[in-house]
């Protein structure tokens, strides 16, 4: 095992990945920006460098930052969590050679499958099935046009280098897909750095089924079941839930068989998620497979007992993966919920502010992943997830219960900022939803509801204009 990670992001997966390594007797260093100089794992870890402003371009995407402090303080290895550079194959590159482990796939595995057609093309290869449309990019809005009409529409225009719900437009009609083709080709280049684009169907009525893997650099696997990720807004998951409900036990181990068959064809190694949508057939197509830790990874631990962090550091360090297939056995059913710093009466525009309560809840079965507590500046630099809370039962309506109950009790306030907690509980409260029978659209069919403005708010402030910092040089800080 290493002797000194490095935490390589913020937030609650900073503090997620550091309490991993401190139980396995591994020493933490986390790099922050000077917004997060107060943070809780600043505050823990064993050391910790500031690498840059507030801005995340200039700390938490600056590579070169990022392994000099790997170097200053002697790390083996970095661990990027989610987000900013968990799926940068540049990256990981850099990592591997300036003498760091990567926590993930190999770099070269990881460029493949970044790329969303050459992941499609790789993974079809390997015989899972594909939504229909292009595997290789579209290279005209004219070309985008005759696969649509071969496909038939809805069709969804994507980024080939897209991630985390973006770079996607959705087209119903034949007279909007030239100027989606464009508009989407434009915002890829500007997020990614990419302009290329792919057309495939857009299932309407579909579940986001998902499922998780371990595999180890000897070429051993396993599938840890499956979740569930089908209540989304614009692409961003809001509720999900190990494992998926409503459908057949036949159908779902075919799921994961073939996504461990997948994972094993392209020779991925660490923790992935390999995601999918099943139609009202309950045929599945494959749409993507992320090389990181998912936000959502609590569920599938709740149900096996593993911890998936954990298991990422054992293989990181060349240990062959400690499961076989037959030892994962899942039990009753876990829920999470994202507690956002967003208003849902006002599509969800993000609600930065300082936290004057901040209450979380507890119980039996209760978990909460969280960074924030009482006087934390929720800021405007970074994503607005605050907390997770996940819940655990032995059948799927004592979970939602039990969730309804740890929303009731978490206490969030603070002027100016509102929680999608309220949205959360209409979702619980939605028919379709407590059936286990709803689909992508569930979102945006409550938005539609005639009560949709209808949702209890906290309180909170105006959000900081800037960060208050100058940007600062390199600097290294003992915090114990």
């Given at each position: 095992?290493?002797?000194?990670?490095?935490?390589?992001?913020?937030?609650?997966?900073?503090?997620?990945?550091?309490?991993?390594?401190?139980?396995?007797?591994?020493?933490?260093?986390?790099?922050?920006?000077?917004?997060?100089?107060?943070?809780?794992?600043?505050?823990l870890a064993d050391r910790?460098?500031?690498?840059g402003p507030a801005s995340?371009?200039?700390?938490?995407?600056?590579?070169?930052?990022?392994?000099?402090?790997?170097?200053?303080?002697?790390?083996?290895?970095?661990?990027?969590?989610?987000?900013?550079?968990?799926?940068?194959?540049?990256?990981?590159?850099?990592?591997?050679?300036?003498?760091?482990?990567?926590?993930?796939?190999?770099?070269?595995?990881?460029?493949?499958?970044?790329?969303?057609?050459?992941?499609?093309?790789?993974?079809?290869?390997?015989?899972?099935?594909?939504?229909?449309?292009?595997?290789?990019?579209?290279?005209?809005?004219?070309?985008?046009?005759?696969?649509?009409?071969?496909?038939?529409?809805?069709?969804?225009?994507?980024?080939?280098?897209?991630?985390?719900?973006?770079?996607?437009?959705?087209?119903?009609?034949?007279?909007?897909?030239?100027?989606?083709?464009?508009?989407?080709?434009?915002?890829?280049?500007?997020?990614?750095?990419?302009?290329?684009?792919?057309?495939?169907?857009?299932?309407?009525?579909?579940?986001?089924?998902?499922?998780?893997?371990?595999?180890?650099?000897?070429?051993?696997?396993?599938?840890?079941?499956?979740?569930?990720?089908?209540?989304?807004?614009?692409?961003?998951?809001?509720?999900?839930?190990?494992?998926?409900?409503?459908?057949?036990?036949?159908?779902?181990?075919?799921?994961?068989?073939?996504?461990?068959?997948?994972?094993?064809?392209?020779?991925?190694?660490?923790?992935?998620?390999?995601?999918?949508?099943?139609?009202?057939?309950?045929?599945?197509?494959?749409?993507?497979?992320?090389?990181?830790?998912?936000?959502?990874?609590?569920?599938?631990?709740?149900?096996?007992?593993?911890?998936?962090?954990?298991?990422?550091?054992?293989?990181?360090?060349?240990?062959?993966?400690?499961?076989?297939?037959?030892?994962?056995?899942?039990?009753?059913?876990?829920?999470?919920?994202?507690?956002?710093?967003?208003?849902?009466?006002?599509?969800?525009?993000?609600?930065?502010?300082?936290?004057?309560?901040?209450?979380?809840?507890?119980?039996?079965?209760?978990?909460?992943?969280?960074?924030?507590?009482?006087?934390?500046?929720?800021?405007?630099?970074?994503?607005?997830?605050?907390?997770?809370?996940?819940?655990?039962?032995?059948?799927?309506?004592?979970a939602l219960n039990r969730?309804?109950?740890?929303?009731?009790?978490?206490?969030?306030?603070?002027?100016?900022?509102?929680?999608?907690?309220?949205?959360?509980?209409?979702?619980?409260?939605?028919?379709?939803?407590?059936?286990?029978?709803?689909?992508?659209?569930?979102?945006?069919?409550?938005?539609?509801?005639?009560?949709?403005?209808?949702?209890?708010?906290?309180?909170?402030?105006?959000?900081?204009?800037?960060?208050?910092?100058?940007?600062?040089?390199?600097?290294?800080?003992?915090?114990?």
């Amino acid at each position: 095992m290493f002797e000194t990670v490095l935490i390589a992001n913020r937030g609650e997966i900073a503090l997620r990945v550091l309490r991993a390594c401190k139980e396995l007797g591994v020493r933490t260093a986390v790099v922050y920006s000077a917004a997060d100089a107060d943070s809780a794992a600043v505050r823990l870890a064993d050391r910790a460098v500031r690498i840059g402003p507030a801005s995340s371009r200039r700390s938490y995407l600056n590579a070169a930052a990022i392994v000099e402090a790997a170097r200053q303080v002697g790390a083996q290895a970095v661990h990027p969590g989610y987000g900013f550079l968990s799926e940068d194959a540049d990256f990981a590159e850099i990592c591997v050679d300036n003498g760091l482990t990567f926590i993930g796939p190999p770099p070269s595995v990881m460029a493949a499958l970044a790329d969303k057609s050459s992941a499609r093309a790789l993974l079809s290869r390997a015989g899972l099935p594909l939504s229909p449309g292009s595997v290789a990019p579209v290279s005209t809005a004219a070309a985008a046009a005759e696969i649509a009409a071969a496909v038939g529409y809805p069709v969804i225009v994507k980024a080939a280098a897209g991630g985390g719900g973006r770079g996607m437009t959705v087209v119903r009609t034949p007279g909007e897909l030239r100027r989606a083709y464009t508009r989407t080709r434009a915002a890829a280049q500007a997020a990614f750095g990419d302009d290329r684009v792919y057309v495939e169907r857009y299932l309407t009525e579909a579940r986001h089924v998902e499922v998780q893997v371990l595999c180890d650099s000897h070429g051993n696997g396993v599938h840890l079941g499956t979740r569930d990720c089908s209540v989304q807004r614009r692409h961003q998951k809001l509720v999900e839930e190990a494992p998926a409900p409503a459908l057949s036990a036949a159908v779902l181990d075919t799921i994961a068989e073939a996504a461990l068959r997948g994972a094993l064809a392209v020779g991925f190694v660490g923790a992935g998620t390999l995601e999918f949508l099943v139609d009202a057939e309950e045929k599945f197509h494959f749409l993507e497979i992320n090389c990181r830790i998912q936000v959502e990874h609590p569920v599938t631990e709740m149900v096996t007992g593993i911890d998936l962090v954990h298991e990422q550091l054992h293989i990181a360090a060349g240990v062959p993966l400690r499961w076989r297939q037959e030892e994962i056995r899942l039990h009753g059913v876990a829920v999470e919920c994202r507690v956002n710093t967003e208003d849902p009466a006002r599509d969800f525009v993000p609600t930065p502010g300082r936290l004057e309560r901040f209450t979380p809840p507890g119980g039996p079965f209760t978990r909460v992943d969280t960074h924030a507590s009482a006087g934390y500046l929720v800021g405007p630099w970074y994503d607005s997830l605050l907390a997770k809370v996940i819940v655990w039962a032995p059948d799927r309506e004592l979970a939602l219960n039990r969730l309804e109950r740890a929303l009731d009790e978490f206490d969030i306030a603070g002027p100016g900022v509102h929680t999608t907690i309220p949205f959360v509980r209409r979702v619980l409260d939605d028919a379709a939803f407590r059936k286990g029978r709803y689909t992508t659209g569930l979102v945006d069919r409550l938005l539609a509801a005639p009560d949709a403005a209808s949702t209890q708010r906290t309180t909170a402030t105006p959000a900081p204009r800037s960060a208050s910092a100058a940007e600062p040089d390199i600097t290294l800080r003992r915090t114990r």
